[in-house]
Antibody, heavy 122, light 111 residues
Framework: EVQLVQSGAEVKKPGESLKISCKGS????????IGWVRQMPGKGLEWMGIIYPGDSDTRYSPSFQGQVTISADKSISTAYLQWSSLKASDTAMYYCARRESYYDSSGYYNYWGQGTLVTVSS | QSVLTQPPSVSAAPGQKVTISCSGSSSNIGNNYVSWYQQLPGTAPKLLIYDNNKRPSGIPDRFSGSKSGTSATLGITGLQTGDEADYYC????????????FGGGTKLTVL
């Protein structure tokens, strides 16, 4: 059974760093892109970026380029999303999801993590 | 402001049919496949439609998808109260700022 299990909720202060995780199981972790999606409170889905754990090829949305870092450790089948200096506006639910096609033109996500709630408040 | 445009809300009575539109451009919907997701309150999104009109295993045929030019449509027939949720379209944008994109979401109310 394919599963993506994300790390637990985080409460941080502005300026702090954070790294959240997404562990894949039940499939070949290196053969599928993993994407990250932000959902701010009461708002819609925002695509942040994706990584291919097989070769660490990473793409970012222009809105998130330079704001976050996406990485993966294929030895433990885990993808990461990290911030070096959090802002209050980073408060949101963050989802990881497995992209089913290698090719961008058919980039749909069939398996999703349960979400990690990040709260940034002084 | 989302790259893909969806109506903020739609509503219909139980048993009726509803359609949700998703409008884009040649750099996204016009040249890439569209997927649709259902998000029930407090849960992660769930894939309903992929590659414009295909349903994953387990998704009932009450849900359908279509695409024409730079627009896509999700159709839901035989509405049930359990269908009340937020619905999002998604695709890839092949412009200079290439990446995945989602619509702003549509809240479906089953009256």
């Amino acid at each position: 059974e394919v599963q993506l299990v994300q790390s637990g909720a985080e409460v941080k202060k502005p300026g702090e760093s954070l790294k959240i995780s997404c562990k894949g199981s039940g499939y070949s972790f290196t053969s599928y892109w993993i994407g990250w999606v932000r959902q701010m409170p009461g708002k819609g889905l925002e695509w942040m970026g994706i990584i291919y754990p097989g070769d660490s090829d990473t793409r970012y949305s222009p809105s998130f380029q330079g704001q976050v870092t996406i990485s993966a450790d294929k030895s433990i089948s885990t993808a990461y999303l990290q911030w070096s200096s959090l802002k209050a506006s980073d408060t949101a639910m963050y989802y990881c999801a497995r992209r089913e096609s290698y090719y961008d033109s058919s980039g749909y996500y069939n398996y999703w993590g349960q979400g990690t709630l990040v709260t940034v408040s002084s | 402001q989302s790259v893909l445009t969806q109506p903020p809300s739609v509503s219909a009575a139980p048993g009726q049919k509803v359609t949700i539109s998703c409008s884009g451009s040649s750099s996204n919907i016009g040249n890439n496949y569209v997927s649709w997701y259902q998000q029930l309150p407090g849960t992660a999104p769930k894939l309903l439609i992929y590659d414009n009109n295909k349903r994953p295993s387990g998704i009932p045929d009450r849900f359908s998808g279509s695409k024409s030019g730079t627009s896509a449509t999700l159709g839901i027939t035989g509405l049930q109260t359990g269908d009340e949720a937020d619905y999002y379209c998604g695709t890839w944008d092949s412009s200079l700022s290439a990446g995945g994109v989602f619509g702003g979401g549509t809240k479906l109310t089953v009256l």
